[in-house]
């Protein structure tokens, strides 16, 4: 079992920089490849950034890629998402979760948070 808390969200201008956390519980935490996934008003849940538990690849969708930059600390049993140039379409509630398998498709995803919610104003 894993447990994830997110925290960081705010509201932020457009331009601006949030750094999220997710904090993990569960001693197996560093076998899970982890994702950053979000969701706004009336939108299907969105993949914005994974990174794999061995080796740490990472991997971003175009509409973040540049931007936004997942990073995990084993030791800390904490992943973030560091996310820059910030902008209205970026507001969501944001989303860890952990997978065996990683990707991109939520339904691999074995473990969510509860949410954080970013809004960034125009």
């Known amino acids: 079992q894993v447990q994830l808390v997110e925290s960081g969200g705010g509201l932020v201008q457009a331009g601006g920089s949030l750094r999220l956390s997710c904090a993990a519980s569960g001693r197996t935490f560093s076998r899970y490849d982890m994702g950053w996934f979000r969701q706004a008003p009336g939108k299907e849940r969105e993949f914005v950034a994974g990174i794999s538990w061995i080796g740490g690849t990472t991997y971003h969708p175009d509409s973040v890629k540049g931007r936004f930059t997942i990073l995990r600390d084993n030791a800390k049993n904490t992943v973030y998402l560091q996310m820059n140039s910030l902008n209205p379409q970026d507001t969501a509630t944001y989303y860890c979760?952990?997978?065996?398998?990683?990707?991109?498709?939520?339904?691999?995803?074995?473990?969510w948070g509860q949410g954080t919610q970013v809004t960034v104003s125009s």
């Open positions: 979760a952990a997978s065996k398998v990683g990707g991109i498709d939520s339904t691999t995803y074995e473990f």
